[in-house]
């Protein structure tokens, strides 16, 4: 599910809004007021949904997190839900269609000694303009979570459908 904060930054980015202040809360928590700027949080979203990140327990820069949460899906939602995984390595294969639609699937391989079970995935974008910071733009949790024994793989797929009507 998109967040509130990526849908204030499509329609910012439409509307090319300026003189408009949003509160929203960054990863962390803090509310911060975001200007004019805030498109540069949507232009970002399509490479960090490419940018896996691993090694971090908690939300630290923007990219792609998978997590052990499953706490219900709200459009308020500004971090997971639960603990982000560390000990794995990633690859990903992304098609785009005519329609809209973006399908990335990611390979995970667990490096660590413990199995881990994918619940929940988050994208992290940055803001670069003035009050600068990252913010969850996107939550899902699985349909079925996928559990990655220690040396095993696993697969995510993700699905934008992103429809404009004409």
Do not use: W
């Not at 004019?36 to 949080?41: A, I």
């Not at 929940?120 to 699985?142: A, C, K, Q």
């Amino acid at each position: 599910m998109f967040t509130r904060i990526f849908y204030r930054a499509l329609a910012h980015r439409i509307a090319f809004a300026n003189g408009y202040t949003f509160f929203e809360k960054d990863i962390s928590g803090s509310s911060k007021a975001l200007t004019s700027g805030l498109y540069t949080l949507f232009d970002s979203f399509s490479n960090d949904v490419c940018n896996v990140r691993s090694g971090y327990t908690t939300l630290n820069g923007n990219g792609i997190y998978f997590g052990d949460g499953d706490d219900p899906l709200s459009i308020e939602d500004y971090k997971l839900s639960g603990e982000c995984f560390s000990t794995f390595t990633a690859s990903y294969s992304k098609v785009m269609n005519d329609n809209g639609t973006t399908t990335i699937t990611y390979t995970l391989t667990n490096t660590g000694e413990e199995s881990f079970t994918v619940k929940e995935v988050g994208v992290v974008s940055y803001f670069s303009s003035s009050p600068y910071g990252y913010f969850l733009t996107y939550r899902d949790l699985l349909e079925e979570p996928i559990t990655i024994e220690p040396g095993g793989v696993g697969q995510v797929t993700l699905t934008f459908d992103v429809n404009v009507p004409s």
